[in-house]
């Protein structure tokens, strides 16, 4: 992370439950795990007022820490008697090793406890995406990385995911609800689809986008017909300065035309491979379209990414979709360790110290 993106992280850090909009139905219990409503209930009547030390931690390495803000605001929201709470965390954007506490919050069970399957999940999803994303733009060496995670997850993940995203340095993204928490707005130009409706012809799909948005520039999408050189000099030479870049979305089931009658056997042709992307650069540049940028898209990982740019693939772009919602990436756990100013929780779970915690003040 730049010197930039880490005077950005400062200015979001502890964002408040204004910002985070919530189900109402979490205050009556409908997301908590059930077991939890039942030792609320068997605490309330039988063992109230007791103090304890919920503590919050994952076992994987190099972690980007996401959602530190949002849980704080859920027990801000659905938390009772908040004054007699003590809460310390990191924050959003610091990476974490495993083992490491990034949460305590120390009170009486039953003004919190039942929020601890909700916490875990708001933990591990979005440090899942803040840490894929973290990974992707990493492995981009500087380069721009687009979220078009906007289709590999139910939708009602658009917002989360893409905070988490911003939290780990995105800034394009393709849809408003994932810019919705940090102000940003849904990037695009055109699908597939406008050049099935021009009956597979690029140019007219081209024509028809600046007319009707004549103030944007121009990404043509340049593999409908799995000819991507040809298509992209035809719009480049069409459309000039006018056209900004080209993206390029290639199945990784398909081998484009531009490799018909060439040796192919020192690489795997399929999708958008690095030797399509030097093909495609050097025939735009000795034609004249130098300032025509390329995106890629379809199937990038960190790993695909890192190979690209090892080889100095000359792409501009990289669209990034499925890979960052990943959500296997870490998981979050939470253990009672104190219970009234004394150690106490269950074997091998014991109080991790931390000097890096803060505390948090509503």
């Known amino acids: ?18 910002t985070f909009k919530f189900d109402e139905r979490i205050a009556s219990g409908f997301y908590a795990a059930n077991y939890f409503l039942k030792v609320n209930r068997i605490i309330k009547e039988n063992l109230p007022s007791q103090s304890v030390t919920m503590q ?49 919050i120390k009170g009486s069970y039953e003004n919190f406890g039942y929020l601890e399957n909700i916490i875990d999940a708001t933990l591990s999803r979005r440090s ?87 103030n944007d520039q121009l990404t043509a999408l340049v593999d409908y017909n799995n000819d991507v050189v040809v298509d992209a000099i035809k719009v480049a030479k069409t459309f000039g300065k006018r056209l900004g870049a080209v993206r390029v979305d290639t199945s990784k089931n398909l081998i484009d035309k531009y490799f018909l009658n060439k040796d192919t056997s020192g690489f795997d042709p399929h999708g958008v491979c690095k030797e399509l992307i030097f093909a495609l650069r050097e ?9 025509v940028k390329i995106v890629v898209s379809s199937g990038f990982t960190p790993e695909k990414i890192a190979e690209f740019e090892a080889y100095g693939t000359p792409v501009d772009i990289y669209g990034v979709g499925a890979y960052l919602t990943k959500n296997d990436t870490c998981s979050f756990t939470a253990d009672l360790v104190e219970l009234n100013g004394k150690p106490q929780a269950k074997f091998g779970r ?10 948090v003040k509503f």
């Open 1 to 18: 992370m730049n010197e930039i993106q880490l005077k950005e992280q400062k200015l979001i850090k502890r964002l408040t439950n204004k």
């Open 128 to 214: 899942c995406v803040a840490t894929n994303t973290m990974k992707a733009i990493k492995a981009a060496n500087t380069k721009t990385v687009f979220s078009m995670a906007d289709r590999a997850d139910d939708i009602s993940t658009q917002i989360g995911d893409g905070y988490a995203s911003y939290v780990a340095g995105i800034r394009k993204i393709s849809t408003d609800a994932q810019g919705l928490w940090w102000g940003g707005k849904g990037f695009g130009t055109m699908p597939h689809a406008l050049i099935q409706m021009c009956g597979g012809d690029i140019l007219k799909a081209c024509e028809i986008y600046t007319k009707t948005f004549p």
């Open 283 to 291: 025939n735009l540049d000795k034609n004249g379209h130098t300032h």
């Open 350 to 359: 014991g109080e991790i110290g931390s000097d890096r915690l803060e505390l």
């Open 56 to 104: 919050f931690f994952q076992r994987k390495d190099d972690i980007m820490l996401c959602g530190i803000d949002e849980s704080i605001a859920l027990v801000k929201e659905f938390g009772k008697n908040l004054e007699n709470l003590e809460i310390s965390a990191l924050n959003d954007g610091d990476i974490i090793s495993s083992g490491e506490p990034v949460l305590k």
